[in-house]
């Protein structure tokens, strides 16, 4: 391995620098989260034309929901600790025409994110292309930041995970293995009873593909991991004690909770490939459990979280 390529390897055991203080690790009481998933600047008119393997030349659209969920977003109080993109942030394939002006673009439209709101950036397949190479995993970093990290937020463990290299790491398996030793690392201190570390109330995991879509045993497709892959991950997590998965990849809404695991599949910000709206969702977490609903964008902007939800943060 080159040494520029290892040092690279490295900087992945980075956690996400804007909530690793100590106090990060201690609960403090109910909060929220926003998921938002496939903003794909580009898809809508790709999927139009019936050429999403290229086209996607016009992303007015999605800029302005994207802009759309930032305001909503904005105005929720409580104030949300943070906002993840769950994957596909863009639709151009690295390398390709209009990569640029979408990446740009959508880094405009989430500026106007209030500065109290970090952003978490989870990578997706159009992001890093379907087979990943070492080249575009790190135009990836580049860009948007490490492809997997982790990060405290009151008293919580969040793990964001790299899922294209589950589904096909074939042209990067150095990645791969990083990955992989990483994630048991972070994995086997999260269920550990060390006193010198506080064990977290919840741990939940960020990735682009879901495991399944409805059941752990459903068929493989293009929208959820293998079954070797799928059932692996599941038996990790597990015995590791995640909560729950939080996905998008699918543009519809999905999942399911099996085991005590919830796999949570959310919809697009962007293009709709089922009958659902433009919207994300609202994760209200409690000392006993993880509570979470999709909203519109519509729906948010002119009321909020659903009453429930925020009284559950009162609590």
Known sequence: MAESENMFLRAKHRTFSGLTEDAEREWKGPFCFIQAADPQ?????AWRDGDCDGGGDEWAEEVELTKQAVEAVNQLRPRPRFMVL???LVHAMPDTPFRDGQERDLKA?????????PLVFVSGNHDLGN????GTVEQYCNAWGDDYFSFWVGGVLCLVLNSQLFYDASACPQLKEAQETWLEAQLSRASSSSSTEP????VLVFQHIPLYLESPDEEEQYFNLQMVVRQNLLDRFKKAGVKAVFSGHYHRNAGGCHGGLDMVVSSAIGCQLGDDTHG???VVVTADGVI?????LDQLRAQGMDEDLRKLLQA
């Open 292 to 296: 979470h609903r999709y909203h519109s």
């Open 280 to 282: 994300v969702r609202v």
């Open 131 to 134: 087979t990943p190479t070492p």
């Open 109 to 117: 439209a989430l500026k106007g994110t209030d500065p109290s709101i």
């Open 199 to 202: 064990k977290p109330k919840h």
């Open 86 to 88: 769950c994957g596909d």
């Open 41 to 45: 600047l580009g898809l809508m008119k």
